[in-house]
């Protein structure tokens, strides 16, 4: 009798995930950085990264609302070290707001540092300027040692404090809401 139940509950679970849509779980939304790498170009070393962004439906859904979505991308160059921790030599940090206007139908993303605002006619298209970082000036070769071993690191975290005080609660409590990636290392190359 137990066996015929645990055998029922089984398919009938396996049918329930058969129906549920991939999507709907929260592993396919969210930030990674892809690949990232660093280069040196007279005297100065730039990043260089590509970035998956990918939205959760809850995410996608307030933006089309008009709730403004905010990422900022943290970037440190570090001096590693056999002792304690690593060494910070240069931390840098600058954000994007990106914010769905109704009556134009555009999608709008601002750099909060710079005041540059760009305007697109999709989602996909928004997201695609957001993904990709060139020729990032990360630190000036005379900063660092040629003896020494250093790496970049860069991570990109989404700023829940900026949503609108309502959906504060929910966006901590919901995974839809988690997305932030880790911490990417590349080497500094010499």
């Known amino acids: ?73 943290h970037i440190k160059v570090q001096e590693l070290r056999d002792y304690l921790w690593n060494q910070t030599i240069e931390e840098k940090n600058f954000s994007y707001r990106m914010q769905f206007h109704a009556l134009l139908n555009m999608y709008r993303i601002k750099n909060e540092n710079n005041g540059i605002v760009d305007n697109f006619t999709t989602l996909q298209a928004a997201l695609d300027s957001l993904s990709t970082l060139r020729d990032f000036p990360l630190i000036d070769k005379a900063k660092i040692a040629d003896s020494n071993t250093y790496v970049a690191k860069l991570k990109i975290t989404f700023e829940r404090d900026a949503l609108p005080l309502p959906l504060r609660p929910v966006a901590y409590l919901n995974p839809q809401w988690y997305l932030s990636s880790d911490w990417y290392i590349c080497p500094l190359k010499k």
């Open 1 to 73: 009798m137990r066996e015929s139940l645990n055998s029922k509950t089984a398919i009938l679970l396996c049918l329930l995930l058969s129906i549920v849509p991939i999507s709907a779980f929260p592993g396919n939304t969210g930030v990674s950085v892809k690949t990232a790498e660093t280069s040196l170009l007279d005297g100065n070393y730039l990043l260089s990264a590509e970035i998956g962004f990918h939205l959760s439906p809850r995410a996608e859904q307030a933006l089309r609302s008009g709730v403004p979505l905010i990422w900022t991308y």
